[in-house]
């Protein structure tokens, strides 16, 4: 079997979609409900109608797009991403595996291949965490990781919730018929930019992605005395930005110390009040991602981070307290997925390697209900969530090969 992509289109449809923007081209801006979130659905919907291709959205707007096979008594195989954008964001990032997923599709049937299972390409709902500061909340409903009381809890900054903001899109309906069975799909599989440098740097084309890191998510408060900055004698003083700057050192010695470079940390935001230059801080809000792909050691940190926090509450007479947003688990790709993409990468002469994905995707999700694996392809220098993301149209060509191999592959029933 060939398989040939349209590169030209393929081109010019991630290029079409780019356009699509609340902000400043070459910056992509796509906020999960926008008009220009809408917009960027209806183009997608459009191009699969015209590729032949049946079309359904559930309630909170994941969109399910199916080739349908001669055994519907299968389950069928998917694969899919997202196409909502962080603010001045790059044009790749989740489009990769939306479109290239339609283009290995077409790809196939251009090739006269018929599938026995029916292939389903997803395009996720509000993978990035722009709007509700949850990221996959599409696939975190679909595979029960998320239940159906985020309709009311999940709120955006404006204070709108999620079921009024999905209702005002036009996607209606209660959560709960959002969540579908283990077994629903028979193997999931992402293609998608690496967003690290390891694959560009060891001119590799293809990464087979083994595992996918779980992050915790959680907010530290630090609450002190404030004070008049030359009031205040430095011997009376429960400095709450010293104490948070004492734990952020903490949180980086403690996750250098795990035993592993796979554990990793970010303390991303550091609200300080009042904010004045002349007066103590009284009170300060850490922002932190933990995340590891071992999700044992990534709750002992957790704890060891907590542990330090309280001794460095009572050594500088301070109140600290934390407030988890999440825990994920990581997830593990199925031997059985890995082994197709690694025989697609053989048909094709790619040569490959086996990577970690240390970003969560929407296959972290997928893994619940179905074998999963993803697809990586490389990025100029590692680089993503920026408007300069760029991945080589030769990369992605050779990704969507790949991929539409896995498909043929994983939908023949056996």
């Given at each position: 079997?060939?398989?040939?992509?349209?590169?030209?289109?393929?081109?010019?449809?991630?290029?079409?979609?780019?356009?699509?923007?609340?902000?400043?081209?070459?910056?992509?801006?796509?906020?999960?409900?926008?008009?220009?979130?809408?917009?960027?659905?209806?183009?997608?919907?459009?191009?699969?109608?015209?590729?032949?291709?049946?079309?359904?959205?559930?309630?909170?707007?994941?969109?399910?797009?199916?080739?349908?096979?001669?055994?519907?008594?299968?389950?069928?195989?998917?694969?899919?991403?997202?196409?909502?954008?962080?603010?001045?964001?790059?044009?790749?990032?989740?489009?990769?595996?939306?479109?290239?997923?339609?283009?290995?599709?077409?790809?196939?049937r251009r090739s006269g291949f018929v599938p026995e299972r029916s292939i389903e390409l997803i395009q996720f709902t509000a993978e990035e965490p722009t709007r509700f500061g949850v990221g996959c909340i599409g696939s975190r409903l679909l595979s029960g990781a998320l239940g159906p009381d985020a309709d009311d809890a999940l709120r955006a900054s404006d204070g709108e919730s999620l079921r009024t903001a999905r209702t005002r899109a036009g996607f209606t309906g209660e959560l709960e018929t959002v969540r579908l069975p283990h077994g629903r799909y028979a193997a999931?599989?992402?293609?998608?930019?690496?967003?690290?440098?390891?694959?560009?740097?060891?001119?590799?084309?293809?990464?087979?992605?083994?595992?996918?890191?779980?992050?915790?998510?959680?907010?530290?408060?630090?609450?002190?005395?404030?004070?008049?900055?030359?009031?205040?004698?430095?011997?009376?003083?429960?400095?709450?930005?010293?104490?948070?700057?004492?734990?952020?050192?903490?949180?980086?010695?403690?996750?250098?110390?795990?035993?592993?470079?796979?554990?990793?940390?970010?303390?991303?935001?550091?609200?300080?009040?009042?904010?004045?230059?002349?007066?103590?801080?009284?009170?300060?809000?850490?922002?932190?991602?933990?995340?590891?792909?071992?999700?044992?050691?990534?709750?002992?940190?957790?704890?060891?981070?907590?542990?330090?926090?309280?001794?460095?509450?009572?050594?500088?007479?301070?109140?600290?307290?934390?407030?988890?947003?999440?825990?994920?688990?990581?997830?593990?790709?199925?031997?059985?997925?890995?082994?197709?993409?690694?025989?697609?990468?053989?048909?094709?002469?790619?040569?490959?390697?086996?990577?970690?994905?240390?970003?969560?995707?929407?296959?972290?999700?997928?893994?619940?209900?179905?074998?999963?694996?993803?697809?990586?392809?490389?990025?100029?220098?590692?680089?993503?969530?920026?408007?300069?993301?760029?991945?080589?149209?030769?990369?992605?060509?050779?990704?969507?090969?790949?991929?539409?191999?896995?498909?043929?592959?994983?939908?023949?029933?056996?």
């Amino acid at each position: 079997m060939k398989i040939e992509v349209d590169a030209e289109r393929l081109a010019r449809e991630i290029d079409e979609l780019a356009a699509i923007t609340d902000a400043e081209p070459p910056a992509v801006t796509r906020v999960v409900f926008t008009e220009q979130d809408l917009r960027a659905r209806a183009w997608l919907k459009e191009r699969c109608s015209d590729a032949g291709l049946t079309i359904r959205e559930d309630a909170v707007g994941n969109t399910f797009i199916r080739w349908e096979g001669p055994r519907s008594d299968l389950p069928p195989v998917a694969t899919g991403s997202h196409i909502d954008a962080i603010p001045n964001a790059g044009k790749f990032d989740g489009v990769v595996g939306v479109l290239g997923g339609l283009e290995a599709i077409r790809a196939l049937r251009r090739s006269g291949f018929v599938p026995e299972r029916s292939i389903e390409l997803i395009q996720f709902t509000a993978e990035e965490p722009t709007r509700f500061g949850v990221g996959c909340i599409g696939s975190r409903l679909l595979s029960g990781a998320l239940g159906p009381d985020a309709d009311d809890a999940l709120r955006a900054s404006d204070g709108e919730s999620l079921r009024t903001a999905r209702t005002r899109a036009g996607f209606t309906g209660e959560l709960e018929t959002v969540r579908l069975p283990h077994g629903r799909y028979a193997a999931f599989v992402e293609l998608h930019i690496e967003q690290g440098p390891i694959l560009e740097r060891e001119g590799i084309p293809i990464g087979i992605v083994t595992n996918i890191v779980g992050p915790a998510s959680f907010f530290i408060t630090v609450e002190g005395l404030g004070g008049h900055a030359g009031g205040v004698l430095m011997p009376e003083r429960h400095d709450a930005l010293c104490g948070a700057a004492e734990l952020i050192v903490k949180i980086e010695a403690l996750v250098q110390g795990s035993g592993s470079t796979d554990t990793v940390a970010t303390v991303g935001i550091c609200e300080v009040h009042p904010g004045a230059i002349n007066s103590i801080p009284s009170r300060v809000r850490l922002g932190v991602d933990l995340r590891d792909t071992d999700g044992k050691r990534r709750d002992r940190v957790l704890g060891e981070i907590q542990s330090a926090a309280q001794e460095i509450a009572q050594q500088r007479k301070l109140q600290i307290s934390t407030q988890m947003l999440n825990a994920d688990e990581p997830a593990a790709s199925s031997p059985e997925v890995l082994a197709a993409i690694a025989r697609g990468c053989q048909e094709e002469g790619l040569q490959s390697r086996r990577i970690v994905a240390r970003a969560y995707h929407d296959s972290s999700f997928m893994a619940l209900i179905a074998l999963m694996a993803m697809i990586f392809i490389p990025c100029r220098k590692g680089v993503s969530h920026r408007p300069d993301e760029y991945a080589a149209l030769e990369h992605i060509v050779g990704g969507v090969k790949v991929l539409a191999r896995t498909l043929a592959e994983l939908s023949s029933a056996h």
